[in-house]
């Protein structure tokens, strides 16, 4: 830049920096923002080009004087560091004419000031002052440049404060101590102009006061600058009080169309909100109004459906209408038909009842002779039965003289039969046992239909053994009985044959049933037997049969009472197996009364009326002794059972009157001590030894009476079983043995030792039994 340049004045340039011109609605100068519209501006400080353009250029023209004419003010220096897009470039790139005119001004003020000294000083400092042309304008003209002061120490000292005047006032600065630089506009560089001139012809003029004159002129003409130049500076200061207000009035603007943003930011994220609330509600609304629809429709499906069942069922009920009407019609035809037939009945009933008057004379006459008819039966009928009467009393005479024959007649059967009778039963293998000829023993049975005539049955056991020379032996051994059962015989059959010592009991007679056999040998089975009517044993066959005979003897003036007691005798002590307690611990004694009535001391004896009682008796019985089975190890085979039956009757037409018992007595099993396998058991020993001593003493019993002596000695006393069966063994009893018998070879030895037994008792011959009266 040329210094011609920078000395032009910018005097009029300030002068006509356009002020901001603030809008008729908006005094800020920045367009309202449209926020009805929703349309944004992309800056807040971006508002209408033509007024942003003015304002802006105005607005740093009067910026850049202002910084160079004086300390820039905070505010605006703070304006021009702010990022805003309009400002800060502008301002900072564009330094306006005025700074230039600033910036000569110093330097011209400078060369002025520095008439006097060198040249080369005053190039410096104008070198320096336009290095910083920001730098505040009065160091730059009152700071003197310390290189000049050694040359021009009272001239250049005084010139620099004491300022132009004084310059003027300086006669030994050189002519070109007035810089020509400063006549620049119009007046200014007029005057340096003449200065300049002045100075050129400062050589030629050689008188001093003209000089002066000179000199006072360009002091004149400086002051005139001096004055300009502060009008400038006034007018640049008030464009910079302007230009502060503008800054601070965009900054407001700036800040409330920040506020509107955020506003605007705001209101719209919650106009946002609102609208997908609304937008969600909405879907709710048509969610709803599509269930409801939904409903509606299948309601509108159920009535149309509903709609067609009811026209189905109108057309249903149509149809029976007319078929109805057919009816009535049909009906009204034939009410029309039984009218009239019933005109014509009333017609025949009318004749019909003078036809039964008639007949009821006639019925009259028939009635008085039927009268005399019945009064003739009557005395007939009633001849008739006197007649019956007294044959029925005959017959009756007849059948109690026959029933009298008939117990005398059973009774010698019975006697003939013998009083102590002995049956063979012989149990079929078991599932579980080997049916195999080897397992088997060899047994074989006597001809049957000869048993049947002869009364007498044979059993035929053969056995092998080795002789002394290792030669092996047959031995056949034949025994014969009152009757012998095969192994497929089964419990009906059996009690056929002793149903008539039943009877005996219900005519008077004491009557003993044994059932002997070694341990598994089928005495259980024989005597009490299965559940069923098939495998019933002897005790509920000959209890029921009892019931049944005594029911058919009712009708011959007969009436029983009957009661039960069952009795078990284990190692020689008797155990009620009736008790109330689980396991009996009464001591039980047997007594005899002064009638020679035998009894068992605490023994409970209960009342039966009907058999179901005896069955339910003899669970009782078995539960018992199975418990004591559970105490006292596997007891029920080492122990008798005694199951008494007591009857007592009496006839009060034939004023008879009887008292028996039925004694059914399973034995323990007569196993020898060998088999037994006491000998590893001290229990088993002691068991065993009782049930031998009982057993030989009952067979001592029965051979002493069978010895049939008068009066001799039977040792009853020698076992509490034969104390216990004293009554049913004595020579006034009926006695039966049925002697069990095992299949199996293995049981060989003890087979033959029972039926040896059995032989034994079968050929006792036991007095007549007597009739037990009642007394
Ligand atoms: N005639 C038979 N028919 C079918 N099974 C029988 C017959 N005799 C005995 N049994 C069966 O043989 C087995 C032994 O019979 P049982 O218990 O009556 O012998 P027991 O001599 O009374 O023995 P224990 O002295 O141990 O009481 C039983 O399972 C029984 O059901």
């Not at 005597?527 to 009517?533: I, Q, V, W």
Request: some cysteine; proline content about 5%; hydrophobic content about 35%.
């Amino acid at each position: 830049m040329s210094e011609g340049q920078e000395n032009v004045p910018p005097a009029s340039g300030l002068s006509r920096i356009p002020r901001p011109q603030p809008s008729p609605g908006k005094p800020t100068g920045i367009p309202s923002l449209n926020l009805a519209k929703r349309k944004f501006p992309s800056s807040p400080l971006a508002p209408g080009p033509a007024l942003a353009k003015r304002s802006v250029s105005s607005t740093l023209s009067a910026t850049a004087s202002a910084s160079a004419s004086a300390p820039a003010g905070p505010a605006l220096r703070s304006s021009q560091r702010k990022p805003s897009g309009g400002f800060v470039p502008t301002t900072t790139r564009k330094p306006s004419a005025t700074l230039s005119t600033r910036s000569t001004l110093a330097q011209s003020t400078k060369r002025t000031t520095s008439v006097s000294s060198a040249s080369a000083s005053s190039n410096t400092t104008s070198t320096a002052s336009r290095a910083r042309p920001g730098a505040p304008p009065a160091r730059p003209a009152a700071a003197p440049r310390p290189a000049a002061a050694p040359r021009r120490p009272p001239v250049s000292t005084s010139a620099a404060t004491a300022g132009p005047s004084r310059l003027a006032a300086s006669r030994n600065g050189p002519s070109r101590g007035v810089s020509p630089s400063v006549g620049g506009g119009s007046a200014a560089s007029r005057g340096v102009s003449a200065i300049g001139s002045g100075m050129a012809s400062a050589a030629q003029f050689k008188s001093h006061d003209g000089r002066i004159e000179n000199v006072e002129r360009m002091v004149g003409g400086f002051k005139d600058l001096l004055q300009q130049e502060q009008a400038k500076i006034n007018s640049l200061q008030m464009s910079q009080a302007d230009l502060q207000a503008l800054l601070q009035s965009t900054q407001n603007t700036e800040r409330e169309a920040r506020r509107d943003l955020t506003n605007a930011s705001e209101e719209i994220a919650a106009l946002r909100t609102a609208h997908l609330r609304e937008v969600d509600d909405l879907e709710r609304q048509v969610a709803r109004k599509d269930r409801e629809k939904r409903g509606l429709e299948e309601e509108l499906r159920d009535s149309r459906d509903e709609l067609s069942r009811e026209r189905e069922t109108v057309r249903g009920l149509k149809t029976t209408l007319a078929e109805q009407s057919t009816q009535h019609m049909t009906l009204s035809a034939q009410l029309t038909a039984a009218q009239t037939q019933n005109a014509m009945l009333q017609t025949e009933i009318e004749r019909a009842t003078l036809a039964v008057s008639a007949m009821k004379a006639e019925l009259e006459v028939g009635r008085q002779k039927a009268l005399e008819a019945e009064e003739r039966a009557e005395q007939k009928v009633a001849d008739a039965e006197a007649e019956r009467d007294r044959r029925i009393a005959e017959i009756e005479d007849e059948l109690r003289a026959a029933e009298t024959i008939r117990r005398k007649l059973h009774n010698q059967v019975q006697e003939l039969k013998g009083n102590i009778r002995v049956f063979a039963r012989v149990r079929p293998a078991l599932p579980h046992e080997s049916d195999s000829p080897e397992a088997l023993a060899d047994i074989a049975y006597g001809d049957e239909r000869k048993a049947e005539e002869t009364g007498q049955s044979e059993i035929i056991i053969t056995s092998k053994s080795e002789s002394a020379t290792g030669r092996e032996r047959e031995q056949v051994n034949g025994f014969i009985f009152d009757k012998v059962f095969q192994p497929r015989a089964g419990q009906k059959e059996v009690f056929e044959e002793i149903s008539m010592l039943a009877q005996s009991v219900l005519d008077g007679y004491n009557v003993c049933i044994f059932a002997y056999g070694q341990t598994g040998s089928g005495k259980s089975w024989t005597m009490e037997g299965g559940d069923d009517e098939v495998t019933a044993g002897m005790i509920p066959r000959a209890i029921d049969m009892i019931f049944t005979a005594s029911n058919h003897l009712r009708d011959r003036g007969w009436k029983y009472h009957m009661e039960g007691q069952f009795l078990e005798v284990y190692n020689e002590v008797i155990n009620d197996l009736l008790g109330s307690s689980q396991f009996d611990t009464k001591k039980h004694e047997i007594k005899t009364d002064k009638d020679g009535k035998m009894s068992v001391t605490d023994a409970v004896n209960i009342p039966l009326s009907n058999p179901r009682q005896v069955s339910a008796l003899l669970d009782r019985a078995r539960s018992r002794r199975a418990v004591a089975a559970t105490l006292m190890n596997e007891r029920s085979s080492r122990s008798h059972s005694v199951f008494t039956l007591k009857v007592r009757g009496v006839n009060p037409l034939t004023d008879e009157k009887c008292e028996a018992m039925l004694n059914l007595v399973d034995l323990a099993g007569s196993e020898r001590l060998a088999s037994s396998g006491a000998g590893e058991n001290k229990d088993r020993l002691k068991e065993t030894i009782n049930i031998n001593k009982s057993l030989s003493a009952l067979a001592d019993v029965i051979g002493a009476l069978g010895q049939g002596q008068a009066g001799g000695h039977v040792p009853y006393r020698n076992s509490t079983l034969t104390r216990l069966l004293q009554t049913s063994l004595s020579g006034s009893s009926k006695t039966l043995m049925l002697c069990n018998l095992s299949p199996l070879a293995a049981h060989l030895g003890e087979t033959l030792c029972s039926l040896r037994f059995a032989t034994k008792v079968n050929s006792t011959v036991v007095g007549s039994a007597k009739k037990q009266i009642a007394k």
